[in-house]
């Protein structure tokens, strides 16, 4: 299947454990948690939203400064990298983009990503890829 995300991106989707047409072997994230270390909103909490090649997955969740946010494991299938975005959303204004982050698919490997593309605000994200 074949479809556009929301920023243009041509998404193929594959099956089985490689990429349709491709020979690429298919790599699954999961998204397991979101830290805030500082809010970008100065005056109520931020409304954060996670998107996964340019598609949301989560959100908006409300959070403080502090908080941990368990996401679960959302899971998604990619070939070679896969980005992950997190947006602070405003009420009144446009989306704040806390970041975007390219993740590549190695085997059984874990980590955090910071997002701190905003002076205002700094964001941890857990996730594994199988």
Same mark, same amino acid.
């Given at each position: 299947?074949r $479809?556009?995300?929301g920023?243009?991106?041509?998404i193929v989707?594959?099956?089985?454990?490689r990429?349709?047409?491709?020979?690429?072997p298919?790599?699954?994230? *999961?998204?397991n948690?979101i $830290?805030c270390? *500082?809010k970008?909103d100065?005056?109520?909490e931020d409304?954060?939203?996670? $998107?996964v &090649?340019?598609i949301k997955v989560?959100?908006?969740?409300? %959070?403080?400064k502090?908080?941990? %946010?368990?996401?679960g494991g959302?899971?998604r299938n990619?070939?070679?990298t %896969?980005?992950?975005?997190?947006?602070?959303?405003d009420a009144?204004?446009?989306? &704040?983009n806390?970041?975007? *982050?390219?993740i590549?698919?190695?085997? &059984?490997a874990?980590g955090?990503v910071?997002?701190?593309a905003?002076?205002?605000?700094f964001?941890?994200?857990?996730y594994?890829?199988t």
């Open positions: 299947m $479809r556009v995300g920023d243009g991106m041509l989707r594959g099956y089985g454990t990429a349709q047409g491709t020979g690429e298919m790599s699954t994230i *999961k998204l948690s $830290r270390v *500082k970008q100065s005056i109520s409304e954060i939203e996670v $998107r &090649d340019g989560a959100g908006p969740i409300g %959070v403080h502090g908080d941990t %946010v368990k996401l959302i899971a990619f070939t070679g %896969v980005s992950v975005q997190l947006l602070e959303l009144n204004s446009a989306p &704040d806390l970041g975007t *982050k390219v590549h698919g190695q085997p &059984d874990s955090e910071s997002f701190d905003l002076k205002h605000a964001y941890t994200l857990s594994s890829v």
